[in-house]
């Protein structure tokens, strides 16, 4: 016992550093992660503006945010801008990448190219955007008119705001998809392609029989990240449309909106915020027992 009880003092000191880092890592990950998770869910329950005491009003909160019409418009436009954001910033990286892939001379002048975007602090590509987007004397407009069609409202119109916030979002986040497609891309043998083409297949047939069965991996995996981020999304339609337009209004900015404009009360901000964290809470484990099961 005693022999045993020394062994174990002697490994201990031996990793105190390691022990060390990794406290403080699981200190700092507590503080920053679970701290506001747990004060979260606590405010849920709360009526807090942070400027007179606050105190418990239970499930109230989540019963207002049912009523309020805004909720239900906000859900939607959230799952129309994830759907429209995947067609683009799902399917274009993983073409992109394929052609890139191919590419033997300047290949890394084109990764670059892609992923500058990625780089830009996402409010400054958003501003950028915002000069195309300008109906008087924006970018795409001069272009419309350069060329003789009529101008678009582009971000004020019903019909075109909820686009061109998506074309803002797979712009600026195109590139970070593409290179890790490329990456798996070119993690695939060559000698699968060869055993292809000595079949006789078809450039279709190698892309649907090899490419995308050695992909499948990475693709489930960007494709859980891509609808979390997407769900999330704020800082375009904040700075494109601003908090009120309808059209537009997706789950963040209600919860920006219930907890810095009209309503000031950070519980009903945290309520909101505890729904979508229990909804992609829910789906991604939904998505991680549909995907192992068809594995």
């Known amino acids: 016992m005693a022999v045993l009880t020394a062994r174990v003092r002697r490994k201990i000191q031996d990793n105190l550093l390691a022990y060390a880092f990794m406290a403080a890592g699981l200190l700092c990950f507590a503080f920053f992660s679970w701290y506001p998770l747990v004060r979260g869910v606590i405010l849920s329950f709360q009526q807090n503006n942070f400027v007179a005491p606050p105190y418990w009003v239970g499930l109230d909160n989540y019963r207002a945010l049912f009523d309020d019409p805004l909720f239900y418009t906000a859900w939607r436009n959230t799952l ?162 601003g908090t009120s337009n309808p059209d537009t209004i997706t789950v963040l900015v209600l919860v920006y909106r219930y907890a810095f404009t009209v309503n000031q009360d950070f519980g009903l901000a945290a309520a909101m915020s505890m729904l979508l964290f229990v909804v992609l809470g829910a789906f991604s484990a939904l998505y991680l027992r549909l995907t192992r099961t068809a594995d």
């Open 80 to 241: 129309l801008f994830t759907g429209l954001a995947l067609v683009l910033g799902f399917v274009l990286p993983f073409f992109i990448a394929v052609l890139l892939n191919e590419f033997r001379h300047f290949s890394g002048f084109f990764r670059v190219l892609v992923y500058l975007p990625v780089m830009l602090p996402p409010i400054v590509a958003v501003l950028l955007w915002r000069y195309f987007y300008d109906p008087g004397n924006g970018l795409f407009n001069s272009v419309l008119r350069g060329v003789g069609l009529p101008e678009s409202q582009w971000t004020q119109s019903s019909g075109t705001a909820m686009i061109s916030l998506v074309l803002v979002s797979t712009w600026a986040n195109l590139g970070g998809a593409t290179l890790m497609y490329l990456a798996a891309l070119q993690g695939i043998q060559g000698e699968l392609y060869e055993a292809a083409e000595l079949d006789g297949a078809s450039v279709w047939q190698r892309l649907r029989h090899v490419t995308l069965p050695q992909m499948r991996f990475i693709m489930l995996v960007l494709l859980l990240l891509q609808i979390i981020a997407t769900m999330q999304v704020f800082i375009e339609p904040f700075a494109l449309t």
